[in-house]
């Protein structure tokens, strides 16, 4: 009886085993026979900005460095760093001892060649000792007008004083006295691609985000394109002009700047479509074509919302599938659903 018991839990399990041993080998004949079910898209061109964004500081428009043009001892300086200054405003003051004694010696020659007048007209003294007279006169005159305006500093343009490094007393050597800044307007200088040399024109618009004022948009000008092109860099440089009323844009704030080089008509894809390869910077998709899917490479251009600029890699009427494309592989059956 027990044998007869044996018998038969034997033969369950290899029963059991053999039918086991069946389904698997469905189970895996229908995953290879699975189409993998996706959906695309067809492609379209649609109008699309061409926008460049560039990196760039901002710059004062103009700089000037009060310096004198013969060194000395400074007796005042009639700023500090933050001052505001008007065109042609008195700066600096220098030590006047100079000035006080070719003042003086300028007043003797004035007396001297009143003399010398008087004396030619009565022959006392030749055309010649005359004009030498003259010619003396006249030097000191110009001598004594440059040591007036090096007593004297004054700004040549309207900004804000950015840099002091001297004080009352000090004898100027090499650096400047003062740094005057004009930054209304301010200026950005970018370099652009020699591409886009012949789409940028001066008075082109450019819009610039500034980090430094959370985010915050300013709109500025194309005012200067410069004639050559870095042989190295192969771009140019531009500089955007940025009105600045309200001075609230300062140099060495970090910007970006975006331009618009005009429309074309390219395909836009959802970003659900653009896979990365792997190892690489390569962007691709799979197109759908006679139920299989076909590997693509792309190159991208602006991202406008979710979806991707494709500059080159598709073409009018290309079937790209946008779901379902996780883990496929060049030539999978793929089944297309609504």
Do not use: W
């Amino acid at each position: 009886m027990k044998r007869k018991v044996f018998l038969k839990f034997i033969s369950l399990a290899a029963l059991l085993m053999l039918s086991s041993c069946g389904g698997s080998g469905k189970s895996e004949q229908q995953t290879e026979n699975t189409k993998r079910n996706v959906i695309v898209e067809e492609v379209r061109l649609v109008p699309v900005d061409q926008l460049s964004s560039f990196t760039a500081t901002v710059e004062a428009k103009a700089v000037n460095h009060i310096t004198p043009a013969m060194g000395g001892r400074i007796r005042v300086i009639h700023v500090d760093v933050g001052s505001r200054v008007s065109k042609g405003q008195t700066v600096v003051t220098m030590d006047a001892a100079n000035y006080s004694q070719q003042e003086t010696q300028l007043a003797t020659l004035r007396r001297d060649y009143e003399r010398y007048s008087e004396l030619y007209k009565v022959g006392g003294v030749s055309k010649q000792q005359l004009d030498q007279m003259k010619t003396q006169l006249d030097v000191a005159q110009t001598a004594l007008n440059t040591t007036g305006e090096n007593t004297g500093l004054i700004s040549p343009i309207s900004g804000i004083v950015t840099a002091r490094n001297y004080d009352p007393g000090d004898v100027v050597a090499g650096m400047p006295i003062l740094t005057i800044e004009n930054i209304n307007p301010v200026k950005i200088v970018i370099n652009v691609s020699e591409s886009y040399y012949s789409k940028v024109s001066p008075g082109m618009p450019a819009t610039i985000v500034v980090d430094a004022l959370e985010g915050e948009t300013f709109e500025g000008k194309i005012s200067l394109i410069h004639p050559t092109i870095n042989p190295t860099s192969r771009t140019f440089p531009v500089e955007i002009e940025v009105n600045n009323t309200d001075q609230r844009l300062r140099p060495g704030m970090f910007s970006r700047v975006t331009l618009n080089f005009g429309t074309n008509e390219r395909p836009l894809v959802t970003d659900l479509a653009v896979l990365k390869q792997s190892g690489s910077n390569d962007r691709y998709v799979f197109l759908e074509k006679d139920g299989k899917a076909v590997y693509t490479k792309v190159e991208l251009g602006t991202r406008i919302g979710d979806k991707y600029e494709i500059v080159s890699g598709l073409h009018v009427g290309d079937r790209v599938i946008v779901q379902g494309n996780s883990g496929l592989i060049e030539g999978a059956e793929v089944e297309v659903i609504d």
